[in-house]
């Protein structure tokens, strides 16, 4: 008959032969969630690389070259995405192009000050999803408030400026004029590029030219950073109306308004060629389209109306 003594041995030799067959099943489960531990963590980060590794559009954070223009909203930036883009020039070349259709099929179409598609519906197409604006032309917007902050409430506006007149700090006479606009409309989706992208502008004009644009007296135009826009925010970019580098030099070229909707002013070419070759003020529109031809032979970027030779 088992003493106290002989039951308290043989429970604990029990007790050893139980850890013994349990120890072994702990280290695995232990090392079993690890090892899932491991793998999940390697799966989220491999998220947040293939997020990061994406376009800037298609970032959470958004396009941080363009910052939202509203008191409640100013550090949210542009999340815009389109997998098509068609940029629509404001030159004379649309004129008759009757690509209004076609533009109009494509996902996203960005164009350029005050622009207009009302009775160009045919040529340039009819809907608007981002417009890229300058500065001096935002009178010309207000002139015509209802039509652009309120029935194209759905467009999404991104306005260009120089410190003096875009600073944020109550002494930019045309930020305010915005802030005013967004403030009475705030539906209305207003964006501005901030000073650091215009300053990386700046550089990607001397990088592709190995000129300095404030040393030379120009002005990047509205359509430069309508193509930098697109080349941020497009997978693939259509281009139309706009003319190459070479065209005004070419013996048939047409002769068309520089813009197609004030077709009783001077013509294209002799306005990009007094830009061009003006000592102060001027915008180097024949240059911009030289790096343009350089900008199609790394993006998805094509052109019609005219078609370039690239």
Request: proline share 3%; glycine share 8%; aromatic share 12%.
């Amino acid at each position: 008959m088992c003493t106290d003594g002989c039951r308290t041995i043989g429970a604990a030799f029990r007790h050893k032969l139980l850890l013994l067959n349990v120890w072994p099943k702990l280290k695995f489960r232990r090392w079993l969630c690890l090892l899932s531990l491991s793998l999940l963590l390697l799966f989220l980060f491999g998220l947040l690389i293939t997020r990061d590794s994406r376009s800037p559009a298609t970032q959470i954070s958004g396009l941080r070259g363009y910052r939202r223009i509203s008191p409640d909203r100013m550090g949210q930036f542009l999340h815009t995405h389109c997998n098509r883009c068609a940029l629509v020039s404001s030159s004379g070349q649309m004129l008759g192009a009757g690509a209004g259709d076609e533009i109009d099929q494509i996902g996203c179409a960005i164009r350029m000050n005050n622009a207009p598609t009302r009775g160009f519906e045919k040529d340039v197409g009819s809907h608007t999803n981002v417009r890229v604006v300058s500065h001096t032309t935002v009178p010309l917007l207000i002139k015509k408030e209802q039509y652009y902050f309120k029935q194209s409430a759905d467009t999404t506006y991104v306005f260009w400026g120089p410190y003096r007149n875009m600073r944020e700090d109550g002494g930019g006479i045309i930020f305010n004029v915005l802030l005013k606009l967004a403030l009475k409309y705030p539906k209305v989706k207003m964006y501005a590029v901030t000073q650091d992208k215009i300053q990386y502008c700046d550089s990607v004009f001397q990088n592709e030219t190995g000129k300095n644009r404030m040393n030379t007296g120009a002005f990047l135009s509205t359509g430069f950073f309508s193509m930098i826009l697109a080349t941020d925010m497009c997978d693939s970019i259509t281009v139309y109306g706009m003319i190459d580098d070479n065209y005004c030099s070419r013996a048939n070229h047409s002769v068309v308004p520089y813009h197609y909707y004030e077709q009783k002013r001077i013509s294209e070419c002799r306005m990009y060629t007094y830009h061009e070759n003006t000592q102060r003020g001027g915008h180097r529109f024949i240059t911009e389209k030289a790096i343009y031809a350089k900008w199609a032979t790394r993006y998805k970027i094509q052109f019609k109306h005219p078609a370039w030779r690239l």
